[in-house]
């Protein structure tokens, strides 16, 4: 049996539940990518290790959507400038894209952390001595972080944050880190 779609194609019931299918898994596929990206909302977790300090954290900073206070100071002290032993709040958006990044990975290793936050006189001192320390950096901000996660290369990291398009990332292979911060989409 054929079924005439006003005058302009026919197609035989075959062809149209075909058809319905099609429609119908273009719906469906998407609610399940929602669905299971709304289950993934649900906590937010990272794992760091400061490779100067010599310090982990294991924290779910997000929770039921919302940002769990506690959790968030155990972040920002392990990030913090550990030259000066200052303390400033990490921007919470940092952390979402680093969650992004980290699954983008598919890994379960920490991010070994090189620099979080740096004091003013940190930055300036680290200024002086490298061509790759900008004056107004957004580490000073706690909007910035230096980074590598092991079993992963460098180029995968960077192509794992660049790949968020949500602020700048910088390669730095002679170092071995990569720099991922919220500022404006950007690359170096």
Do not use: C
Request: glycine share 10%; aromatic share 8%; net charge positive.
């Amino acid at each position: 049996m054929r079924a005439s779609l006003g005058g302009f194609v026919e197609l035989s019931r075959r062809g149209f539940l075909r058809i319905g299918a099609i429609a119908a898994a273009q719906l469906v596929v998407p609610a399940i990518a929602m669905a299971r990206a709304t289950v993934q909302l649900r906590r937010r977790s990272l794992k760091f290790y400061n490779l100067h300090t010599g310090e982990s954290l294991s924290t779910t900073y997000w929770q039921d959507g919302h940002y769990v206070a506690g959790e968030l100071d155990r972040v920002n002290y392990i990030l913090r400038d550990f030259r000066a032993n200052e303390v400033k709040p990490i921007d919470p958006a940092l952390l979402d894209l680093l969650v992004q990044i980290h699954h983008r990975l598919s890994t379960a290793e920490p991010f070994q952390v090189i620099s979080g936050y740096r004091s003013p006189v940190t930055n300036a001192m680290l200024h002086a001595n490298s061509e790759g320390v900008a004056v107004h950096s957004l580490h000073l901000e706690g909007k910035a972080i230096d980074i590598t996660v092991p079993g992963r290369s460098l180029a995968q990291l960077r192509g794992a944050a660049l790949a968020q398009q949500a602020g700048g990332v910088g390669y730095y292979p002679r170092s071995g880190f990569v720099h991922v911060d919220t500022g404006r989409v950007r690359f170096w």
